[in-house]
Structure formats: C-alpha cells, structure tokens
C-alpha cells in the first residue's frame, strides 16, 4: 500500500523556488512510478511531472520544463519538486501521486492513477 503525505507549500512572489516534498508510509515506494499533479481553481487537474521507479527516467508536461525538477529518494520514501522561477499560473493546488505504470497514463489518463495525495496549496503573486 502507499500512503502518501505532501508538504512544503506556501505563497510565494513570482520569480521565487519551491520545494514540495512527498512521503510515502509504506513499504514498496520503489515499485511505484511517483509523481505530481495540480488543479488551479475553477481548472481540471493536470499532470505536472512524473519519475520513474529508479529515478533513471523523467518526463514534464511541457508547462513546467526546464522550470520544475522531479527527484526522489527511495532509501528515505519521498519524492521532491523542486519548482523555480514560478509565475502565477503554477498557483494551485499541488497533488503528489503513485502508480505502478510509468508512461502515457499519466498525462493521458489521470483518472486512472492509483494513489494520491491530500494537496498542498502552492499560490505566486505578481
């Protein structure tokens, strides 16, 4: 089972970094692929970014690359997003993820992921 908790959210000014951070209670993280999603008010959720279960492999929706780093630590059970030069469309809710697949599902079919997240609030200014 994965459980997943989020953290590191907060307001911030445009141009600012973020780290989000997600722990996962359980005991076979690593046989997930683990990643994020957000949903700004009054928009439908959206796939962010999402990491291989080893970490060898990455892939960005074309929003948030070469501006968000998705990272994570199997020995300690937790996944990072390491968001910079955010602007104020990024502000939105902030969903960490588990599934055991790696690939289209997660932009094409978020509906199917496995495990969430409770959110985490993430709000840029201008």
């Known amino acids: 089972q994965v459980h997943l908790i989020e953290s590191g959210g907060g307001s911030v000014q445009a141009g600012d970094s973020l780290r989000l951070s997600c722990a996962d209670s359980g005991r076979s993280f690593d046989t997930y692929a683990v990643g994020w999603f957000r949903q700004a008010p009054g928009k439908e959720r959206e796939f962010v970014a999402v990491?291989?279960?080893?970490?060898?492999?990455?892939y960005y929706a074309d929003s948030v690359k070469g501006r968000f780093t998705i990272s994570r630590d199997n020995a300690g059970n937790i996944q990072y997003l390491q968001m910079n030069n955010l602007k104020p469309e990024d502000t939105a809710v902030y969903y960490c993820?588990?599934?055991?697949?790696?690939?289209?599902?997660?932009?094409?079919?978020?509906?199917?992921?496995?495990?969430w997240g409770q959110g985490t609030l993430v709000t840029v200014s201008s």
């Open positions: 993820a588990a599934d055991r697949r790696y690939g289209g599902a997660w932009s094409a079919e978020p509906g199917s992921i496995e495990f």
């Open positions: 990491i291989s279960w080893t970490g060898a492999l990455t």
